[in-house]
Protein backbone atom coordinates (compact mmCIF):
# COMPACT_ATOMS: atom_id res chain seq x y z
CA UNK A 1 0.00 0.00 0.00
CA UNK A 2 1.35 3.63 -1.22
CA UNK A 3 1.10 6.02 1.60
CA UNK A 4 -0.47 9.38 1.07
CA UNK A 5 1.82 12.65 0.52
CA UNK A 6 2.51 14.38 3.67
CA UNK A 7 0.53 17.24 2.90
CA UNK A 8 -2.05 14.93 3.67
CA UNK A 9 -1.95 15.34 7.00
CA UNK A 10 -1.28 18.98 7.28
CA UNK A 11 -4.97 18.89 5.16
CA UNK A 12 -6.37 17.09 8.03
CA UNK A 13 -5.29 19.85 10.02
CA UNK A 14 -6.70 22.79 7.81
CA UNK A 15 -9.93 20.49 7.52
CA UNK A 16 -10.31 20.72 11.70
CA UNK A 17 -10.20 24.66 10.83
CA UNK A 18 -12.45 24.43 8.63
CA UNK A 19 -14.64 22.54 11.13
CA UNK A 20 -14.19 23.74 14.20
CA UNK A 21 -13.72 27.39 13.47
CA UNK A 22 -16.67 28.21 15.94
CA UNK A 23 -15.03 26.10 19.03
CA UNK A 24 -12.13 27.82 20.49
CA UNK A 25 -9.37 26.03 19.09
CA UNK A 26 -5.76 26.78 18.02
CA UNK A 27 -2.91 26.43 16.50
CA UNK A 28 -1.97 23.52 19.26
CA UNK A 29 -5.58 22.18 18.29
CA UNK A 30 -4.30 21.95 14.44
CA UNK A 31 -0.62 20.35 15.14
CA UNK A 32 -2.00 17.69 17.12
CA UNK A 33 -4.64 17.02 14.14
CA UNK A 34 -1.59 16.45 12.06
CA UNK A 35 0.35 14.63 14.42
CA UNK A 36 3.24 17.16 14.58
CA UNK A 37 4.65 19.46 16.80
CA UNK A 38 3.62 22.58 16.82
CA UNK A 39 7.09 24.03 15.47
CA UNK A 40 7.70 21.64 13.15
CA UNK A 41 3.48 22.10 11.94
CA UNK A 42 3.61 25.87 11.81
CA UNK A 43 6.64 25.23 9.36
CA UNK A 44 5.08 22.53 7.23
CA UNK A 45 1.81 23.99 6.98
CA UNK A 46 3.47 27.40 5.80
CA UNK A 47 5.75 25.85 2.99
CA UNK A 48 2.76 23.88 1.47
CA UNK A 49 -0.62 26.49 1.94
CA UNK A 50 1.86 29.66 1.68
CA UNK A 51 0.27 30.88 4.81
CA UNK A 52 0.72 30.23 8.52
CA UNK A 53 -1.92 28.09 10.55
CA UNK A 54 -3.14 30.93 12.53
CA UNK A 55 -3.64 32.83 9.67
CA UNK A 56 -5.48 30.45 7.72
CA UNK A 57 -7.71 29.73 11.24
CA UNK A 58 -8.13 33.50 11.53
CA UNK A 59 -8.65 33.89 8.06
CA UNK A 60 -11.08 31.41 8.03
CA UNK A 61 -13.12 32.52 11.10
CA UNK A 62 -13.45 36.13 9.35
CA UNK A 63 -14.85 34.57 6.18
CA UNK A 64 -17.75 32.68 7.83
CA UNK A 65 -18.20 35.87 9.54
CA UNK A 66 -18.54 38.04 6.17
CA UNK A 67 -21.22 34.96 5.72
CA UNK A 68 -23.24 35.22 8.86
CA UNK A 69 -23.07 39.36 8.49
CA UNK A 70 -23.89 39.16 4.49
CA UNK A 71 -26.69 35.85 5.37
CA UNK A 72 -28.25 36.91 8.77
CA UNK A 73 -29.85 39.39 11.07
CA UNK A 74 -27.04 38.29 13.79
CA UNK A 75 -25.23 41.44 15.56
CA UNK A 76 -22.02 41.46 15.29
CA UNK A 77 -20.92 40.62 18.90
CA UNK A 78 -23.15 37.16 17.82
CA UNK A 79 -21.39 36.92 14.66
CA UNK A 80 -17.88 37.27 16.60
CA UNK A 81 -18.89 34.44 18.91
CA UNK A 82 -20.30 32.13 16.06
CA UNK A 83 -17.30 31.86 14.43
CA UNK A 84 -15.30 31.06 17.52
CA UNK A 85 -13.79 34.59 18.79
CA UNK A 86 -14.46 36.01 21.85
CA UNK A 87 -12.66 39.57 22.23
CA UNK A 88 -15.06 41.54 19.76
CA UNK A 89 -12.72 44.11 19.51
CA UNK A 90 -10.26 42.10 18.39
CA UNK A 91 -12.95 40.53 15.80
CA UNK A 92 -13.80 44.29 14.59
CA UNK A 93 -9.66 44.93 14.62
CA UNK A 94 -8.87 42.14 12.70
CA UNK A 95 -12.05 42.60 10.47
CA UNK A 96 -11.39 46.03 9.13
CA UNK A 97 -7.67 45.12 8.65
CA UNK A 98 -8.46 42.42 6.04
CA UNK A 99 -11.53 43.54 4.99
CA UNK A 100 -10.87 47.41 4.50
CA UNK A 101 -14.91 47.51 6.21
CA UNK A 102 -15.68 47.15 9.58
CA UNK A 103 -17.87 44.08 9.98
CA UNK A 104 -20.93 46.74 9.38
CA UNK A 105 -19.77 48.93 6.81
CA UNK A 106 -19.12 45.21 5.37
CA UNK A 107 -22.96 44.13 5.79
CA UNK A 108 -24.08 47.43 4.55
CA UNK A 109 -22.12 47.36 1.71
CA UNK A 110 -22.75 43.85 0.52
CA UNK A 111 -26.07 42.26 -0.70
CA UNK A 112 -26.86 38.50 0.05
CA UNK A 113 -24.50 36.66 -2.07
CA UNK A 114 -27.14 34.24 -2.88
CA UNK A 115 -29.42 36.73 -4.68
CA UNK A 116 -27.33 37.38 -7.55
CA UNK A 117 -25.62 33.87 -7.88
CA UNK A 118 -26.14 30.19 -7.32
CA UNK A 119 -22.35 29.67 -6.51
CA UNK A 120 -21.69 26.20 -4.23
CA UNK A 121 -20.52 27.13 -1.20
CA UNK A 122 -16.68 25.85 -0.96
CA UNK A 123 -16.09 27.99 -4.18
CA UNK A 124 -18.17 30.82 -1.92
CA UNK A 125 -16.04 30.17 1.70
CA UNK A 126 -12.57 29.90 -1.25
CA UNK A 127 -12.69 32.97 -2.65
CA UNK A 128 -14.46 35.40 0.28
CA UNK A 129 -11.38 34.34 2.32
CA UNK A 130 -8.87 36.87 2.33
CA UNK A 131 -5.02 36.41 3.26
CA UNK A 132 -3.62 37.84 6.35
CA UNK A 133 0.01 37.76 6.79
CA UNK A 134 1.22 39.83 9.51
CA UNK A 135 -0.11 37.85 12.39
CA UNK A 136 2.65 35.76 14.33
CA UNK A 137 2.50 32.43 14.43
CA UNK A 138 4.52 32.23 18.36
CA UNK A 139 2.79 35.08 20.24
CA UNK A 140 -0.23 34.24 22.01
CA UNK A 141 -2.65 36.45 19.88
CA UNK A 142 -2.42 33.95 17.41
CA UNK A 143 -4.59 31.35 19.09
CA UNK A 144 -7.49 33.85 18.93
CA UNK B 1 -25.53 15.78 -28.85
CA UNK B 2 -22.12 15.99 -26.65
CA UNK B 3 -23.00 14.31 -23.21
CA UNK B 4 -20.61 13.63 -19.71
CA UNK B 5 -19.56 10.42 -19.80
CA UNK B 6 -16.70 9.91 -17.64
CA UNK B 7 -13.75 12.34 -15.10
CA UNK B 8 -10.78 11.89 -13.78
CA UNK B 9 -9.27 12.31 -10.67
CA UNK B 10 -5.52 11.38 -9.47
CA UNK B 11 -5.50 8.69 -6.57
CA UNK B 12 -1.87 8.10 -4.37
CA UNK B 13 -3.56 4.05 -4.15
CA UNK B 14 -5.86 2.69 -6.28
CA UNK B 15 -7.09 -0.22 -3.71
CA UNK B 16 -7.78 2.36 -1.27
CA UNK B 17 -9.18 4.86 -3.54
CA UNK B 18 -11.35 1.71 -4.64
CA UNK B 19 -11.79 0.74 -1.42
CA UNK B 20 -13.29 4.00 -0.47
CA UNK B 21 -15.52 4.88 -2.99
CA UNK B 22 -17.22 1.31 -2.96
CA UNK B 23 -17.22 0.28 0.49
CA UNK B 24 -17.84 4.04 2.36
CA UNK B 25 -19.29 5.64 -0.66
CA UNK B 26 -21.37 3.11 -2.31
CA UNK B 27 -20.60 3.70 -5.53
CA UNK B 28 -19.49 0.37 -7.99
CA UNK B 29 -16.71 -0.32 -9.78
CA UNK B 30 -17.25 -0.08 -13.74
CA UNK B 31 -13.68 -1.31 -14.50
CA UNK B 32 -10.50 -2.27 -13.01
CA UNK B 33 -7.89 -4.17 -15.27
CA UNK B 34 -4.03 -3.66 -15.57
CA UNK B 35 -2.14 -3.86 -18.98
CA UNK B 36 1.71 -5.49 -18.59
CA UNK B 37 2.08 -4.66 -22.14
CA UNK B 38 1.42 -0.96 -20.96
CA UNK B 39 4.08 -1.37 -17.83
CA UNK B 40 1.63 -2.32 -15.79
CA UNK B 41 -1.12 0.76 -16.07
CA UNK B 42 -4.12 0.31 -14.09
CA UNK B 43 -7.17 1.50 -15.45
CA UNK B 44 -9.91 1.48 -12.49
CA UNK B 45 -13.07 3.42 -13.44
CA UNK B 46 -16.14 3.67 -10.53
CA UNK B 47 -19.61 4.89 -10.76
CA UNK B 48 -22.57 6.36 -8.48
CA UNK B 49 -24.91 3.01 -9.09
CA UNK B 50 -28.02 5.38 -9.87
CA UNK B 51 -25.96 7.01 -13.04
CA UNK B 52 -24.44 3.98 -14.77
CA UNK B 53 -23.27 6.23 -17.47
CA UNK B 54 -21.10 8.60 -15.65
CA UNK B 55 -17.89 7.23 -14.53
CA UNK B 56 -14.74 8.67 -12.63
CA UNK B 57 -11.25 7.17 -12.96
CA UNK B 58 -9.28 6.87 -10.14
CA UNK B 59 -5.75 6.87 -11.55
CA UNK B 60 -2.38 6.67 -10.48
CA UNK B 61 0.34 9.99 -10.98
CA UNK B 62 2.35 7.71 -13.69
CA UNK B 63 6.22 7.74 -13.14
CA UNK B 64 8.50 9.20 -15.44
CA UNK B 65 9.32 9.02 -18.32
CA UNK B 66 5.42 9.34 -18.79
CA UNK B 67 5.54 12.04 -16.06
CA UNK B 68 8.56 14.23 -15.07
CA UNK B 69 9.63 13.86 -11.49
CA UNK B 70 9.49 17.16 -11.23
CA UNK B 71 5.55 17.23 -11.87
CA UNK B 72 4.72 13.96 -10.59
CA UNK B 73 6.14 14.95 -7.12
CA UNK B 74 4.02 18.58 -7.63
CA UNK B 75 1.08 16.89 -8.87
CA UNK B 76 1.07 14.33 -5.71
CA UNK B 77 1.24 17.28 -3.41
CA UNK B 78 -1.35 19.18 -4.93
CA UNK B 79 -3.77 16.59 -4.55
CA UNK B 80 -2.99 16.04 -1.16
CA UNK B 81 -2.96 18.96 -0.15
CA UNK B 82 -6.65 18.79 -1.70
CA UNK B 83 -5.93 21.34 -4.50
CA UNK B 84 -6.26 19.11 -7.54
CA UNK B 85 -9.74 18.61 -8.18
CA UNK B 86 -13.52 18.27 -6.62
CA UNK B 87 -16.50 16.11 -7.17
CA UNK B 88 -20.42 17.48 -6.43
CA UNK B 89 -22.01 15.04 -5.60
CA UNK B 90 -26.00 15.37 -4.82
CA UNK B 91 -28.26 13.81 -2.59
CA UNK B 92 -31.91 13.24 -2.27
CA UNK B 93 -31.50 12.99 1.56
CA UNK B 94 -28.15 14.54 2.55
CA UNK B 95 -28.90 13.95 6.42
CA UNK B 96 -29.62 10.13 5.73
CA UNK B 97 -26.53 10.35 3.73
CA UNK B 98 -24.63 12.38 6.03
CA UNK B 99 -24.82 9.98 8.88
CA UNK B 100 -24.39 6.60 6.76
CA UNK B 101 -21.21 8.20 5.22
CA UNK B 102 -19.84 8.77 9.02
CA UNK B 103 -21.19 5.57 10.31
CA UNK B 104 -18.30 4.56 7.18
CA UNK B 105 -15.69 6.29 8.64
CA UNK B 106 -15.97 9.40 6.17
CA UNK B 107 -14.68 12.59 8.33
CA UNK B 108 -16.46 15.61 7.45
CA UNK B 109 -14.16 19.28 7.06
CA UNK B 110 -17.95 20.84 6.94
CA UNK B 111 -20.97 19.42 8.18
CA UNK B 112 -24.59 19.46 6.32
CA UNK B 113 -24.64 23.35 6.70
CA UNK B 114 -27.91 25.28 5.14
CA UNK B 115 -27.24 27.42 2.13
CA UNK B 116 -29.60 29.49 0.21
CA UNK B 117 -29.68 26.97 -2.65
CA UNK B 118 -30.17 23.48 0.08
CA UNK B 119 -28.08 21.88 2.32
CA UNK B 120 -23.93 21.29 1.77
CA UNK B 121 -21.07 19.33 3.19
CA UNK B 122 -17.71 18.29 2.12
CA UNK B 123 -15.48 16.19 3.38
CA UNK B 124 -12.26 14.51 1.45
CA UNK B 125 -10.85 11.48 -0.32
CA UNK B 126 -8.35 9.75 1.49
CA UNK B 127 -5.61 10.98 -1.44
CA UNK B 128 -7.12 14.60 -0.81
CA UNK B 129 -9.55 15.12 -3.29
CA UNK B 130 -12.48 17.69 -2.41
CA UNK B 131 -16.32 15.71 -2.57
CA UNK B 132 -18.67 18.14 -2.13
CA UNK B 133 -22.30 16.54 -0.88
CA UNK B 134 -25.36 18.42 -1.22
CA UNK B 135 -28.97 18.83 -1.55
CA UNK B 136 -30.26 21.17 -3.65
CA UNK B 137 -33.78 23.18 -3.60
CA UNK B 138 -35.89 22.03 -6.38
CA UNK B 139 -35.77 25.54 -7.43
CA UNK B 140 -32.03 25.59 -7.78
CA UNK B 141 -31.61 21.69 -9.14
CA UNK B 142 -31.48 22.67 -12.84
CA UNK B 143 -28.49 23.83 -13.90
CA UNK B 144 -30.28 23.93 -17.51
CA UNK B 145 -29.69 27.72 -16.53
CA UNK B 146 -26.63 30.16 -17.45
CA UNK B 147 -25.84 32.42 -14.66
CA UNK B 148 -24.09 35.06 -15.56
CA UNK B 149 -23.41 38.36 -13.86
Redesign the interface.
Given at each position: ????????H??RA???A??RYAAPIDVTDMAAAAGLSRAHFTRSFTD??GESPGAYLLTRRLERATALLR?TDYSVTQVCFEVGLSSVGSFTTSFKRIYGQTPTQYRAAYP???T???V???LVQEHARRQNRTIREDSPASAG | MISLSMTQIWVHDQDVAKDFYTTKLGWEVRQDSSFAELGGFRFLTVGPPAQPNISVALLVIPPPPIFPEEDGAALKALVAKGRASSLFLSSDDIQADFEALKARGIEFYEEPTEYPYGTDSGFHDPSGNAIRLAQVKPEFSSSRQAISV
Open positions: MAYPEPERLLRDLDTAFNPAAWAIPSC | -
